[in-house]
Every structure is written in structure tokens, then in C-alpha cells.
């Protein structure tokens, strides 16, 4: 799963790419430093997973990971191939999620491409590109099922109702995430991957004196966003990108604490996005690992077990299943069984998010 850092020139995304990836992206005072996109596997903080490898002492611990891309800035016109618009499209049409970092402070000596700081304005001028790319798509599938309609076909029937009201929407300027469409009309038009619709998490970049109060700019922004059912995240990208450049422990717990910090806040971006992407984790233990794994909400134990390897989907026989909660009461699975609390269960049984299980399979 892959969730993609969009935003105008120069409002931090490459910077903030760095801080949750540890890789060197190229960043700079200029549009279109960034043109082929950034990739970086990021690992998902978990408290539980640590807790899990001080009670087992596995010899490696392996956490779940994401995969963050760090997208050019769009700019106006885009969506008609404006700055190479677009390629940087198709780039976001690759994503599971978004991250829209907007710029919510005042510096003479970082440009901005439209000229002043406006966030409310520069989330509007990437909204329409995607809007606009959206109405390309649907248009052409409108076009397409019609002609079947047309020719008899009238199993397209409720398809091109779902795809007109899409229309509707776009044609006013709103995001399609607003819609409120029902998991049958989703799952009709999924494969047209439309921009507007994946689920979006907004950064406010601000300055390190507003880290703590946000200012004008992000009041602005959590405003305009309330009827997106979205997430605001305020980050002062600069001070998260010295956090990162202190590798000793102890002088970056120093620098935490002179600004009052009790951890980076990027760590709290890829919980976010963790859950943006509509994920949880489950774990499997033993001597040799102790391993996070990740998974969509919802998914059943047989679908789970495909993620370590597809034959333990194929000749899935049960599942023995652990609480989280339990594993830390009782300290062990010996104790755990004595107490009763160890679970089998069955294909059909929901995986739940920190569940410790053990997959019995036959192929």
C-alpha cells in the first residue's frame, strides 16, 4: 500500500519525505526540484511490537512498513500537462492515500509559486486538478457505457447512474470523497482509481513558534476541511527534519525536550496514514521472530494467512489465536493456554488489530 505526499512547490514535501523515510530525497528553494517521484519504505511505530520482543527475545524483530511517495508539486494547469502536470497525475493515480501538505507559514527567503501564503488557495488549486482529471476519466467511461446502453446492453444501467452522479459532482467543484457513496457503487467504479476519492490527510506546515498553537492559516484550513471528514495534522517540517538529522540518542531527547516535545511528530503522521489506509496489524512470535504484519481492517484469518505466503491461504486448516491484551497479562503462551485464553477459530473469523496468531494449514 502506497500513500503519496502531494502539495505545491515548495511547501516541504521532500523535507517531510526525508524525516519518515530516512532517504536523502533532493529538496530546494525552487519549483520542480523533485521530478521523478521518491520512494521509501517506512516502518510503522508500535508499541506493542516492543513489548512483544522484551517478553519473547526473538532473535530479530521485524515492524510493519508503508510505502511513503514523495510526488512533484502540481501547479495550476496541470491536469492540461502544466509543469509536467500530467506525469506528476499519473504518479498520485498510483496511490492508496493521500498527505497534502500545505504551507501555513510566512519566510521571505522560501518563495512561493503563487506569489503570497494562502493555504485555503493552494489546496483549491490542487483540488481542481484532480477534479478536472476525474471529470477526463469519468467522461470517457460515461461515453464508453452509453454506446453499450445504447446497443442493449442494460446490465450498465446502475454503472452509468453511478458515474453521472459522479459527474454531477465533479462538474461542482467538489472532491469525490465528499459523496458519501454507498460500498456497492465504490467497489462499480473502482477500478477507474479517480484521484478525488482516496482518502486524504492535510499537513499543516507551520513555523516552530506555532508548532504547539497553530496560527491564522491552520484555523483557516480546519475550517474549510470539516465537511471532508479529513484529518489536519500540524508539523513544523524544519524542526522535524533537525530531529532526524541528530542521530545521538540523549541530544535528541535534549532537543525534544527544549521544545517541549515528547516525540517527533512524523511519527504520528505514519500512524496516521497507517490508518488512513484503512490497515491494522497483526503479529506472529516464536524464538526466531517476533513479526508485525500488515493488513486490511476486515479481512478474514484465511485471507490473513495469504500474507505470509499464499499456501497457507490455499490449505488453511485453523487458526490459534491470541489477545494482545492477554500475551502482556500473562506473559506467556504456556500461561496463556493454562489460563484458557488461547482461541481457535475458524477461515470466516475477523482478524482483529495487535491479534497474536498461529496458522495450521495443509497443502
Known sequence: ??????????????????????????????????????????????????????LINPKQTVPASIEIVDIAGLVKGASKGEGLGNQFLANIRETDALIHVLRCFEDTNITHIEGYIDPIRDKEII?????????????????????????????????????????????????????????SEIDLIKDLNLLTLKPILYVCNVSEKDLN????????????????????????????????????FSDRKSFLDNYQINQPASLK????????????????????????WTIQIGWNAQKAAGVIHSDFEKGFIRSEVISYD????????????????????????????????HFRFNV
Open 213 to 248: 498553537t497553530g496560527n491564522i492559516f491552520t484555523n483557516s484550513v480546519n475550517e474549510m476541511i470539516k465537511l471532508e471528514n479529513s484529518e489536519v495534522l500540524i508539523l513544523a517540517i524544519s524542526l522535524e527534519a533537525e530531529i532526524f538529522e541528530i542521530e545521538d
Open 1 to 54: 500500500m502506497k500513500a503519496g505526499i502531494i502539495g505545491l512547490p515548495n511547501v516541504g514535501k521532500s523535507t517531510l519525505f526525508n524525516c519518515l523515510s530516512n532517504s536523502k530525497a533532493h529538496s530546494a528553494n525552487f519549483p520542480f526540484c523533485t521530478i521523478e517521484p521518491n520512494i521509501g519504505k517506512v516502518n510503522v511505530p508500535d508499541e506493542r511490537l516492543t513489548i512483544l520482543t522484551d
Open 326 to 357: 492477554d500475551y502482556q497479562n500473562y506473559k506467556s503462551e504456556a500461561k496463556i493456554k493454562e489460563a484458557g485464553k488461547l482461541r481457535v477459530e475458524g477461515k470466516e473469523y475477523i482478524v482483529k488489530d495487535g491479534d497474536i496468531m
Open 269 to 292: 503522521l505514519i500512524n496516521q496514514t497507517y490508518k488512513l489506509l484503512n490497515m491494522q496489524t497483526f503479529f506472529t512470535v516464536g524464538e526466531n521472530e517476533v513479526k508485525a
Open 127 to 183: 483540488d481542481l486538478e484532480l477534479q478536472i482529471k476525474d471529470l477526463e476519466t469519468v467522461d470517457k467511461q460515461i461515453e464508453k457505457i452509453s454506446k453499450k446502453l445504447r446497443a442493449g446492453f442494460k446490465d450498465d444501467i446502475k454503472y452509468h447512474d453511478v458515474l453521472q452522479k459522479i459527474k454531477n459532482k465533479l462538474e461542482n467543484s467538489e472532491n469525490l470523497r465528499v459523496l458519501g457513496l454507498e460500498k
